[in-house]
């Protein structure tokens, strides 16, 4: 089975953000509780739906990750880019992301 972690934007600002052990949305994807098992699937599911429902955060997803040498790493491009920035000088205090982690 694939790891998987809980994503979404924030509702004030768009900023792209994963649900943490402390069940908090945080920045930092290195910071996301990983879901190794269904029942922990479901569970991030379930906090997602009722996040979105509370008008915390939107575009809700469970999203494929992969650990390595502590890192984790998105599978899909889209969820990289996320992870990592934009992929080009977007606004102060918004670098672009590494080429090396959001390649694939």
């Not at 924030?10 to 290195?30: E, M």
């Not at 997803?61 to 990289?80: C, F, K, M």
Request: a negative charge; aromatic letters at 6%; glycine letters at 6%.
């Amino acid at each position: 089975m694939v790891d998987k972690v809980l994503t979404a934007n924030r509702l004030t600002d768009g900023i792209a953000v994963w649900l943490d052990a402390n069940g908090k949305w945080s920045t930092s994807l290195q910071e996301a509780l990983v879901a190794r098992h269904n029942e922990a699937i479901e569970a991030l599911e379930a906090i997602g739906k009722k996040s979105y429902a509370d008008n915390e955060v939107v575009d809700v997803a469970v999203v494929d990750v992969q650990e390595t040498d502590g890192i984790l790493w998105p599978l899909r491009l889209r969820e990289r880019i996320r992870a990592q920035g934009p992929t080009m000088e977007y606004a102060p205090g918004y670098a672009p992301a590494d080429p090396e982690f959001i390649a694939v």
